[in-house]
């Protein structure tokens, strides 16, 4: 299972909104709605901040946002913010029963 | 409050086994899948490995499958990953996490166990 296609780096200035793409195929993004995505910064552990395209866990920033076209998904940050700094990856459900993750995406603020 | 500590990670060779161990409280914990994602050093995550709350299901990604096994034990709160004919590629930072679903994100995470193949 190969991971998702995600961009190496997205940048924006505080208070600009950035969007990040997620690219799979029919057998895992575009087949489910069942993608989800991380934040982790620098030697932290991964935080979820959306899951099932595009809702949010309780406590997450609705600055956040998740959405789904075909095979591609996407996490737009609105009202950037200095802590949003930090790495960002995607995940999907497969058609094996497995989770593959994205290429993960550095966000500079 | 939900916690879950790793512990077993340390330094072999190749081809040799290690088994990790997850401890989990603050949570019912045979009602949650729960499972494990590795992270080498400088780069992303993958997916290894998760187990229904029964432990009666498993699912492993490819990279792993025939050489790594997932088994919980309920009366423990615990669940681990048995780690045989270890390569220098599964050197990374193993973290463990309750899952929403069985094959699913992680809602809650360890601090992460780091694992280290080198001759």
């Known amino acids: 299972q190969s991971a998702l296609t995600q961009p190496a780096s997205v940048s924006g200035s505080p208070g600009q909104s950035i969007t990040i793409s997620c690219t799979g195929t029919?057998?895992?993004?575009?087949?489910?709605?069942?993608v989800s995505w991380y934040q982790q910064h620098p030697g932290k552990v991964p935080k979820l901040i959306i899951r099932?395209?595009?809702n949010r866990p309780s406590g997450v920033s609705n600055r956040f946002s998740g959405s789904k076209s075909g095979n591609t998904a996407s996490l737009t940050i609105s009202g950037l913010q200095a802590d949003d700094e930090a790495d960002y990856y995607c995940?999907?459900?497969?058609?094996?029963?497995?989770?593959?993750f994205g290429t993960g995406t550095k966000v500079t603020v | 409050e939900v916690q879950l500590l790793e512990s077993g990670g340390g330094l072999v060779q190749p081809g040799e086994s290690l088994r990790l161990s997850c401890a989990a409280s603050?949570?019912?914990?045979?009602?949650?899948?729960m499972g494990w994602v590795r992270q080498a050093p400088g780069k992303g995550l993958e997916w290894v490995s998760a187990?229904?709350?029964?432990?009666?299901?498993?699912y492993y990604a490819d990279s792993v499958k025939g050489r790594f096994t997932i088994s919980r034990d309920n009366s423990k709160n615990t669940f681990y990953l048995q780690m045989n004919s270890l390569r220098a590629e599964d050197t990374a930072l193993y973290y463990c996490?309750?899952?929403?679903?069985?094959?699913?994100?992680?809602?809650?995470w360890g601090q992460g166990t780091l694992v280290t193949v080198s001759s």
């Open positions: 996490g309750r899952a929403l679903g069985t094959v699913d994100p992680f809602d809650y």
């Open positions: 603050g949570l019912p914990f045979s009602n949650y899948a």
């Open positions: 187990i229904s709350g029964s432990g009666a299901n498993t």
């Open positions: 029919s057998s895992d993004v575009g087949g489910y709605d069942y």
């Open positions: 099932n395209v595009s």
């Open positions: 995940s999907s459900f497969t058609s094996i029963s497995t989770l593959v």
